[in-house]
Nanobody, 115 residues
Framework: QVQLVESGGGLVQPGGSLRLSCAAS????????MGWYRQAPGNQRELVAA???????NYADFVKGRFTISRDHAKNTVYLQMNSLKPEDTAVYYC?????????WGQGTQVPVSS
């Protein structure tokens, strides 16, 4: 089973940028589809972005053009670069690793966007 640890969250002003990191351990990182999800208070968890082992990406419409997901196989890490942040981006952001029947989650990192 893969273990995931997120970092990089914190308070940011509207229009600002933040980069989240998710370090994976305990399994072969390169075989997993990696994703970032978020959950705002009172809302369901939703997909933000995902990246396949080969580097193909997909994004939720509400982050296209603002967020970029990437992965570094040498560091067993997936990143989420978030630019032009909006107050509605405020949420807890979770890292996810998925392959066949395996579906692992990190503990989440908070991203409040506020002035």
């Amino acid at each position: 089973q893969v273990q995931l640890v997120e970092s990089g969250g914190g308070l940011v002003q509207p229009g600002g940028s933040l980069r989240l990191s998710c370090a994976a351990s305990g399994s072969i990182f390169s075989i997993y589809v990696m994703g970032w999800y978020r959950q705002a208070p009172g809302n369901q968890r939703e997909l933000v972005a995902a990246i396949t082992p080969g580097g193909s990406t997909n994004y939720a419409d509400f982050v296209k053009g603002r967020f970029t997901i990437s992965r570094d196989h040498a560091k067993n890490t997936v990143y989420l670069q978030m630019n032009s942040l909006k107050p509605e981006d405020t949420a807890v952001y979770y890292c996810n690793a998925r392959r066949l029947t395996i579906n692992s989650w990190g503990q989440g990192t908070q991203v409040p966007v506020s002035s």
